[in-house]
């Protein structure tokens, strides 16, 4: 066998290995006939449940870090990569962002330790101005408003679908944290394989004057894509969509 066939069978192996995502299947066709009343009923009722201890003492090493940033940076900007997975995708933003101080929150410390191939300083990766957590969303995002961290993009990327149509109150638009998560970013930008929760989103967003677009994302190189789940998706030929929200 040649070098050339042993690396063409290579490339097929990884292509073969990030291409068996199976589409989403949901018992919903369109946006769900509750989604208002519920958003509506966050508006009107805020969480009041108490903050989980490890989400506090993460938040607060995140506060200080926030603050000693934008005091030798004025002019720094604040970039949140919610439900960061690996933090692959908090790593690009900071790469791409040298201007910033980029913070990945995932709730799964195993995600948040795990290495990331190619994201290391040993594999050339340069990039420092970023910070990996571990926190409840659910805490974190209200201790966020709190504090008023003045963030300029707020990222979520390919969070968890919950496609069944009873599972609405866990999709992070029909959760209680609405209110608080939409609150934070001067934009935020949402990414799903499933355009129904983009679509779903967008009309909550409009409860609390958030207006943007959806768009499909060009096919990119595995090599290019922002997280695994992205490279992942459109390897296996599923269509990646982006919703862009401005303040």
């Known amino acids: 066998m040649t070098a050339n066939t042993e690396e063409g069978m290579n490339i097929m192996n990884i292509q073969t ?95 948040i330790n795990r290495n990331v191939e190619g994201f290391d300083i040993d594999d050339g990766f340069s990039a420092e101005n970023y910070h990996l957590v571990r926190a409840d969303l659910n805490d974190f995002y209200r201790l966020v408003k709190t504090a008023n961290w003045p963030v300029s993009k707020h990222y979520i990327l390919y969070p968890n679908p919950w496609p069944k149509s009873k599972h609405l109150q866990r999709r992070w638009h029909g959760s209680a944290v609405f209110p608080q998560m939409t609150s934070i970013g001067q934009q935020l930008i949402l990414r799903s394989n499933w355009r129904i929760y983009l679509a779903e989103f967008q009309q909550a967003a409009k409860l609390v004057d958030l207006q943007g677009k959806i768009d499909s994302l060009p096919r990119v190189d595995s090599s290019l894509a922002l997280t695994p789940f992205e490279a992942k998706y459109q390897a296996s030929g599923q269509v990646c969509w982006q919703l862009l929200l401005n303040r």
């Open 17 to 111: 290995s990030l291409g068996d995502s199976k589409a989403i299947i949901s018992n919903q066709e369109g946006i769900h006939e509750k989604l208002d009343e519920v958003v509506k009923r966050h508006l009107t009722h805020a969480s009041k449940k108490p903050y989980q201890a490890h989400t506090q003492e993460a938040f607060a090493k995140m506060d200080a870090l926030v603050n000693t940033f934008l005091a030798a940076n004025p002019d720094g900007e604040i970039i949140l990569d919610a439900c960061c997975g690996v933090g692959q995708s908090t790593r690009i933003l900071a790469k791409q962002n040298p201007q910033a101080l980029v913070i990945g929150v995932d709730k799964s410390d195993h995600r």
